[in-house]
């Protein structure tokens, strides 16, 4: 929302207002908790959080809601038209995956998940 401040001139001053944050979009989270949902099931996953940030949307994963995050998945638009603005991050920092289609990049997990079903 701009505030439009008037002055004796009848010109108008626009204020910035607060920055506005990163969000997942429904179908994206979808995508995520979608991938999410078989990892609990398969009992390697136990927890998980959502930051929005101004500049990235943050999902993380967690084994133990007491530990750092196994995974972070995140969306990053200003990385969108270069290296594609989703990414998965392990729990060094390390860039595991990334890409411009959020479903291509959650194949990531597909192995891990036969894995664990084993």
Known sequence: MNVIDGNAFGQGRKESAAPERVAFHRTEL???LDIYGR???A???K???IDFL???AVFS???RATEHPLFRIEKD???AQKQGAYAILGAD???LKRGHDLRIVMRFFNAMLLKAVD
Do not use: L
């Open 30 to 32: 979808s995508v995520i």
């Open 39 to 41: 990892m609990v099931a």
């Open 43 to 45: 009992g390697e996953w």
């Open 47 to 49: 927890d998980y959080s």
């Open 54 to 56: 101004p500049d990235r």
């Open 61 to 63: 994963v967690f084994r």
């Open 77 to 79: 638009p200003k990385r």
């Open 93 to 95: 920092g390390r860039v």
